[in-house]
């Protein structure tokens, strides 16, 4: 049986006590928005959020606190990235897979293009919650890519790695907004995310 969800006054959160912690989440997210999460402060998200700013530390500590709550949430949302990776690839299918992948990555990006551009920002900075949150959140996914690769191809000394550094390509892309990844590369996303499957449909070659 799962823990019972508790305030910070140890209090058992009821529905109403989740929909309040869950308005504030969403305040902070609103926000962020417009706004440099380093600009933040309680009273804003409070205000935001339409509540006092006693009523926020009942469920936060402090502004860190919601934006690793919103991260958090945002990273259980990885079940079809995994499903497509643990789906059985053959030669007939792996295209149309990897073209999927690359998909609902970037859709899952744009979904939560604010929470995760906190969470890189975070954890480049050198933030050890944000940071470890990044690889646990990563970790099986890339395991699971690298897998892919070994298994499609045997020749490579490096699968993991190569995962990691296909993924680390992937996450730069998607970060960028159209407009400038438009004028800094002088192509389409479209096009860019055409040749990221390029790129791990050759890997998977043998």
């Known amino acids: 049986m799962a823990p019972e969800s508790r305030n910070l006054l140890g209090q058992k959160m009821g529905r109403k006590g989740r929909e309040t912690r869950q308005r504030i989440m969403e305040a902070a997210l609103e926000l962020l928005k417009t706004s440099s999460y380093k600009d933040l402060s309680v009273s804003e998200i409070a205000g935001e959020a ?4 006693a009523t926020f530390y009942v469920y936060f500590k402090d502004v860190e606190e919601v934006l690793y709550a919103c991260v958090e949430a945002a990273a259980l949302d990885l079940g079809e990235l995994h499903a497509i990776l643990d789906a059985q690839w053959t030669p007939a299918n792996t295209a149309g897979y990897v073209k999927q992948f690359v998909e609902v990555y970037n859709d899952l990006w744009e979904k ?7 969470r890189n920002l975070e954890a480049d900075q050198g933030n050890l919650r944000f940071m470890n949150l990044r690889i646990e959140t990563t970790r099986t996914l890339l395991q699971k890519l690298g897998k892919k690769f070994a298994q499609s191809n045997p020749d490579l000394e490096n699968p993991y790695q190569i ?6 390509a992937m996450s730069a892309l998607a970060a960028q907004h159209d407009i400038g990844i438009t004028n800094a590369t002088g192509q389409s996303r479209r096009k860019l995310n055409a040749g990221v499957v390029e790129l791990i449909l050759t890997t998977l070659r043998q």
Request: proline residues 0%.
């Open 50 to 53: 339409g509540m006092s700013n």
């Open 112 to 118: 939560y293009r604010v929470e995760l551009r906190v």
């Open 163 to 168: 995962a990691v550094a296909i993924h680390a």
